[in-house]
């Protein structure tokens, strides 16, 4: 399973973009790259995911690097909600299953937002 | 549509004892996962249904550890002689059937086991 690397903590001012690095440089050519965030006593929650292309939700963009090896999760104006734990996740298909994956977390980058 | 609920939210027992935990999928997704969460620590993947068939169970399900999901629908997972390394947050989280390459996970809000 391919493993991702992430800071351990990431703090910003609200209203700022946040950029939040990710390292996945063993990730095989099929797996979907991901993030998920985690707010405090709460499951992980979907933020956005891609494959090759740099892609863009109502919560967040992912710009992916050419050679897949990293990606970045960007927010563009961070508000005091988004504080949380950000992972970057590979999948890996189970049992060559389309749809069906495991998500393999890191141990996340804790982001912190100033007011 | 209410999310995936998981009950209960807390449990605490002492060493020795047996445990179990239910989980309620959204209704109509058909890919039901089970993850371990150790305090600052991502989730760990541990097991895999779909529908009422168990597809996949990570090494870290040891022998103590049991999953079902009878009617494919909700899924209880139970630890028999549980230990103190066994306390974690236990999430569980479904996707739909979908068409494409890709299905997002909801996660429950997890059940805290703490093992005395």
């Known amino acids: 399973d391919a493993k991702t690397t992430q800071p351990n903590s990431m703090e910003s001012n609200e209203e700022e973009p946040v950029h939040l690095p990710c390292n996945h440089s063993t990730i095989s050519g099929t797996d979907y790259i991901h993030w998920y965030r985690q707010l405090p006593s709460q499951g992980p929650e979907y933020v956005i995911h891609?494959?090759?292309s740099n892609v863009n939700n109502r919560m967040a963009s992912l710009a992916i690097a050419e050679d897949r090896k990293s990606s970045t999760l960007i927010l563009h104006r961070a508000t005091l909600r988004d504080a949380a734990v950000y992972y970057c996740?590979?999948?890996?298909?189970?049992?060559?299953?389309?749809?069906?994956?495991?998500?393999?977390f890191g141990q996340g980058t804790r982001l912190t937002i100033n007011p | 549509d209410t999310g995936v609920s998981q009950d209960p939210r807390h449990k605490i027992t002492k060493r020795g004892q047996n445990v179990t935990f239910r989980c309620d999928p959204i209704s109509e997704h058909n890919r039901l996962y089970w993850y371990r969460q150790t305090l600052g620590q991502g989730p760990e993947f541990l097991t895999y249904f779909q529908n009422e068939a168990q597809l996949e169970k990570s090494r870290l399900l040891s022998d103590r550890f049991s999953a079902e999901r009878p009617k494919g629908s909700f899924s209880t997972l139970e630890i028999q002689r549980t230990e103190q390394g066994d306390s974690a947050m236990y999430l569980c989280a479904s996707s739909p059937r979908g068409t494409g390459g890709y299905n997002e996970q909801f996660f429950g809000p997890g059940t805290r086991l703490t093992v005395l």
């Open positions: 996740t590979t999948n890996p298909t189970l049992l060559g299953i389309q749809g069906a994956q495991k998500l393999v």
């Open positions: 891609g494959l090759t």
